[in-house]
C-alpha cells in the first residue's frame, strides 16, 4: 500500500507547475543570452532564473493563494519539487548544453577554410549521426533563412535524435550516481550545502500571518537593496549618459604586458562566501594568492611549455598550473569515491539483496545498474560515432570524476560557479599525442565539448542538490525521478526549439558572438594545432600533473590527521580556476574576513542573526539581473550583464 507521504511533494500539481515553468526558462534563458546578451540566467549551480521564480512564488503567489484558502497555496514539499525541476531544467537550456550543442556539432563544417584544412583534416571523420550533412541547412542556421522559407528539420532529426539518446543516458548515470553519493555526503559527511541555505529560506511557512519570518526580517530587505540601488543605477547608463557607471571590475597590473591581479565586487559571491566554513574560505583566497606569486615568478624567470595551453581548462593563466590544478583535482574525485567505499557496500549488500532504502528515490539494485548500463552505453555510442574504445572509456570515466569533483566542491563549499581546471580530453590529447590518437578519435574529442565542455552549470550539482533538498522531508517520493526527467525533456525541447528559431531567423553569427564564432572554432582550432605541431613537452606537463596529484595527498593527510591544520584541500584545485580568479576571490576574501570577525566579536548569534542579509546580497542581486534582463529585451538594449557566474 503506498503511503501517503510518500506523494505528497511530487503531487499532479507540483509537477505540472514545474514543467511549465522549465518551459518558460527554456525559452526566457536562450533569449536573453542570444538576443539580449545580458546576465547569463542558467549559468551555474544555482541558476538565478529559478531563484527568482521562486522569489516570486514565495512572495507574491503563495500569499494570495492563502487569501483563497489553505488548500490553494503549495505546500513546502511541493515547493521543493517545482525548484528541483527548475534546477535540473536549467541545466540544458544555454550554458549548460543546448547553446554550444548546436554549433559545435556545426561548426568544424561552417568554419572550414582552406586555410585552417579542417575539411581535409576532421570532415571525413565526422559521423552522420552527429551533424547535419545537408551543408546548406548548416550555412542558414549561422546567416538566417530567406524570408519565407521553413527551417529545415529534417536535416537536423537524426543528428538530435542521437544527441538527445545520448544525453539521457548519460543524464541517468548522474542520477544514479548522485543517489549512491547521496548518503555519504547528507548524512555521513553531513556536508554544509550553502546554495540550499536560501531556497530552503525561501519556502519557511509562515509562523504568523502570510509572510514568512524570512520576508518580514529587515535586514534581509537591506542586503536586497544594495545589489539592486547599484545595478539599477549602472544599467541606467544604457539609456542615459548621466547615470555615470560605478566601477565594480578591473585588474591591477603587476608586471605591465604580462601580468596582472583581478577584482571584481561581486555581491551574490559574497553572499554565498559568508556560508562557507571559514577554512574553506581562506583556502580557497590563500591558494589563489600562491598561484598568484607562481605567475609572478614563472613569468621572471621565463618559465614555459612546449605546445602551450590546451583548451578545457579554466582560468587563461601559465600551462604549469592548470596541470597543478588537475592533478589535484583528479586526486581529490579518487579520494572522494575510495572514502565512501563503506557506504557504497551497504548499498550494494540490499542491492543484491533486493532491498531498498527509504531514503532514496529509487532502489540500490537500480541505482547500480543504472550506472553501469548507462556508462556502457555511452561508450558504445562513442565508438560508434568514430572513438575508439579505450579512448571512450577514458572520456566516461573522467566525465565520473570530473562530476564527482565538482559536486563535490559545490556541496562543501557553495560555489555557484566551480569549474574543473583541465578536462579529461586535454589528458587524452596530450598523453597519447596524435600519432597515436589519429584524427578520428581527436575529431571525437572535439565533439565531446558538446557535453563535456563548459561544466559550471552541470546536471550533478543540479540532482545532488535536489537530492539534498528532498533528504529533509520525511520520505522522499519515489516519483522524483520522473519528475527530473521530465523537467529535462521539457528544457530540451523548448530550448533547442527557440535556439533554432533565433539562429534561423536572425542568423547565428548575428546573435550571441561566443556560442556561434567562439564555441564551435574552440575544440577544432585546438586539435588541429596539436595535430600540426605536436611538440607538447608531455613529461613537463605530467609531472605538475604529477605534482598536485601528491600535493593533494598531502593537504588530506593533514586534514585527516590534524584538527588544527588550516588549509582545505578544497581550495586548491579551484583557486585558479577562470570563476574564481575573475569572479570569485576577492569576493571571499570579503566574507571569510567579515564572518571571521562576526564570530570573534559577536559569535553564533550575530552571525545567524547576520545571515539575512548576506542572503539578500544573492537574492537582490539575481531578481535585479533577471528585471533587467526584460527591461532591456524590451527597449533593445544589449550587453548589460549584471550578473554572470
Not at 525548484?83 to 531544467?89: K, N
Not at 522524483?480 to 553569427?509: K, N, R
Given at each position: 500500500m503506498t503511503n501517503k507521504n510518500d506523494l505528497s511533494g511530487v503531487s499532479a500539481r507540483a509537477v505540472l507547475t514545474g514543467a511549465a515553468l522549465?518551459?518558460?526558462?527554456?525559452?526566457i534563458s536562450p533569449w536573453s543570452v542570444l538576443m539580449v546578451q545580458g546576465s547569463q540566467l542558467t549559468s551555474n549551480a544555482i541558476p538565478i532564473i529559478a531563484v527568482a521564480i521562486l522569489f516570486f512564488i514565495t512572495l507574491v503567489a503563495m500569499p494570495l493563494l492563502r487569501?483563497?484558502?489553505?488548500?490553494?497555496?503549495?505546500?513546502?514539499?511541493?515547493?521543493?519539487?517545482?525548484?528541483?525541476?527548475?534546477?535540473?531544467?536549467?541545466?540544458v537550456v544555454t550554458t549548460g548544453f543546448t547553446g554550444s550543442f548546436l554549433s559545435v556539432i556545426t561548426g568544424a563544417m561552417y568554419y572550414a577554410t582552406p586555410e585552417n584544412e579542417w575539411a581535409e583534416?576532421?570532415?571525413?571523420?565526422?559521423?552522420?549521426?552527429?551533424?547535419?550533412?545537408?551543408?546548406?541547412?548548416?550555412?542558414?542556421?549561422?546567416?538566417?533563412?530567406?524570408?519565407?522559407?521553413?527551417?529545415?528539420?529534417?536535416?537536423?532529426?537524426?543528428?538530435?535524435?542521437?544527441?538527445v539518446t545520448f544525453i539521457f543516458a548519460f543524464y541517468f548515470l548522474v542520477l544514479c550516481l548522485s543517489v549512491l553519493l547521496r548518503g555519504q555526503w547528507v548524512e555521513n559527511e553531513r556536508l554544509v550545502y550553502p546554495l540550499t541555505r536560501l531556497p530552503l529560506a525561501m519556502i519557511e511557512e509562515p509562523t504568523k500571518g502570510r509572510l514568512?519570518?524570512?520576508?518580514?526580517?529587515?535586514?534581509?530587505?537591506?542586503?536586497?537593496?544594495i545589489p539592486l540601488a547599484l545595478h539599477s543605477w549602472n544599467s541606467l547608463n544604457f539609456y542615459h549618459d548621466a547615470f555615470q557607471p560605478i566601477v565594480l571590475n578591473g585588474q591591477i597590473e603587476l608586471i605591465p604586458g604580462a601580468l596582472a591581479l583581478p577584482y571584481r565586487f561581486n555581491l551574490p559571491i559574497t553572499g554565498f562566501a559568508y556560508l562557507m566554513p571559514l577554512n574553506v574560505a581562506f583556502s580557497i583566497w590563500f591558494?589563489?594568492?600562491?598561484?598568484?606569486?607562481?605567475?609572478?615568478?614563472?613569468?621572471?624567470?621565463?618559465?614555459?611549455?612546449?605546445?602551450?595551453?590546451?583548451?578545457?581548462?579554466?582560468?587563461?593563466?601559465?600551462?604549469?598550473?592548470?596541470?597543478?590544478?588537475?592533478?589535484?583535482?583528479?586526486?581529490?574525485?579518487?579520494?572522494?569515491?575510495?572514502?565512501?567505499?563503506?557506504h557504497f557496500r551497504y548499498l550494494w549488500e540490499l542491492a543484491k539483496k533486493g532491498r531498498n532504502d527509504e531514503r532514496e528515490i529509487i532502489s540500490p539494485r537500480l541505482a547500480f545498474a543504472g550506472l553501469i548500463l548507462s556508462a556502457i552505453f555511452m561508450i558504445a555510442w562513442?565508438?560508434?560515432?568514430?572513438?575508439?574504445?579505450?579512448?571512450?572509456t577514458l572520456v566516461?570515466?573522467?566525465?565520473?570524476?570530473?562530476?564527482?569533483?565538482?559536486?563535490?566542491?559545490?556541496?562543501?563549499?557553495?560555489i555557484p560557479g566551480a569549474q574543473m581546471p583541465m578536462a579529461p580530453q586535454a589528458f587524452i590529447t596530450r598523453g597519447f599525442g596524435p600519432e597515436t590518437l589519429g584524427l578520428g578519435n581527436m575529431t571525437g574529442l572535439g565533439?565531446?565539448?558538446?557535453?563535456?565542455?563548459?561544466?559550471?552549470?552541470?546536471?550533478?550539482?543540479?540532482?545532488?542538490?535536489?537530492?539534498?533538498?528532498?533528504?529533509?522531508?520525511?520520505?522522499?517520493?519515489?516519483?522524483?525521478?520522473?519528475?527530473?526527467?521530465?523537467?529535462?525533456?521539457?528544457?530540451?525541447?523548448?530550448?533547442?526549439?527557440?535556439?533554432?528559431?533565433?539562429?534561423?531567423?536572425?542568423?547565428?553569427?548575428?546573435?550571441?558572438?561566443?556560442?556561434?564564432?567562439?564555441?564551435?572554432?574552440?575544440?577544432?582550432?585546438?586539435?588541429?594545432?596539436?595535430?600540426?605541431?605536436?611538440?607538447?613537452?608531455?613529461?613537463?606537463?605530467?609531472?605538475?600533473?604529477?605534482?598536485?596529484?601528491?600535493f593533494m595527498g598531502v593537504l588530506l593527510f593533514m586534514r585527516q590527521r590534524f584538527l588544527w591544520w588550516p588549509l582545505h584541500p578544497i581550495g586548491f584545485p579551484i583557486a585558479n580556476t577562470y570563476t574564481i580568479m575573475s569572479y570569485g576571490w576577492l569576493a571571499i576574501f570579503m566574507a571569510w574576513a567579515c564572518k571571521a570577525i562576526i564570530l570573534r566579536y559577536g559569535g553564533v548569534r550575530l552571525y545567524r542573526a547576520m545571515m539575512p542579509f548576506f542572503l539578500g546580497l544573492v537574492l537582490g542581486e539575481f531578481s535585479t539581473a533577471v528585471l533587467w534582463t526584460f527591461i532591456d529585451g524590451a527597449f533593445g538594449i544589449q550587453g548589460n550583464r549584471i550578473f554572470n557566474f
Open positions: 522549465v518551459l518558460a526558462i527554456s525559452f487569501v483563497l484558502g489553505a488548500g490553494f497555496a503549495f505546500r513546502r514539499d511541493e515547493l521543493i519539487t517545482i525548484y528541483a525541476m527548475m534546477l535540473v531544467g536549467s541545466v583534416l576532421f570532415l571525413p571523420y565526422i559521423n552522420p549521426w552527429l551533424a547535419p550533412t545537408n551543408s546548406e541547412a548548416i550555412r542558414l542556421f549561422y546567416e538566417g533563412l530567406p524570408q519565407g522559407m521553413p527551417i529545415p528539420w529534417s536535416a537536423w532529426s537524426m543528428p538530435l535524435l542521437a544527441w514568512s519570518d524570512f520576508y518580514r526580517n529587515r535586514i534581509l530587505w537591506i542586503g536586497f537593496l591558494f589563489f594568492i600562491v598561484g598568484m606569486i607562481e605567475r609572478l615568478i614563472f613569468t621572471r624567470i621565463g618559465l614555459s611549455i612546449k605546445g602551450g595551453s590546451d583548451i578545457w581548462t579554466s582560468g587563461g593563466g601559465h600551462t604549469a598550473i592548470s596541470h597543478q590544478m588537475a592533478g589535484g583535482f583528479f586526486a581529490l574525485s579518487i579520494f572522494v569515491l575510495w572514502t565512501a567505499r563503506p562513442l565508438s560508434l560515432t568514430g572513438l575508439d574504445i579505450y579512448v571512450a566516461v570515466i573522467g566525465a565520473v570524476l570530473v562530476f564527482v569533483g565538482l559536486s563535490r566542491i559545490v556541496c562543501e563549499a557553495g565533439y565531446s565539448t558538446v557535453w563535456l565542455g563548459e561544466t559550471a552549470a552541470n546536471m550533478m550539482n543540479a540532482v545532488v542538490h535536489a537530492l539534498k533538498l528532498v533528504s529533509n522531508e520525511a520520505r522522499p517520493s519515489r516519483r522524483l525521478p520522473f519528475a527530473i526527467f521530465l523537467a529535462i525533456a521539457v528544457g530540451l525541447a523548448g530550448s533547442i526549439w527557440i535556439t533554432m528559431q533565433m539562429a534561423y531567423t536572425y542568423g547565428g553569427i548575428n546573435l550571441n558572438n561566443w556560442y556561434y564564432n567562439g564555441a564551435p572554432r574552440w575544440p577544432f582550432t585546438y586539435m588541429a594545432s596539436v595535430y600540426n605541431l605536436p611538440a607538447a613537452d608531455v613529461a613537463t606537463r605530467f609531472g605538475f600533473a604529477g605534482g598536485g596529484a601528491i
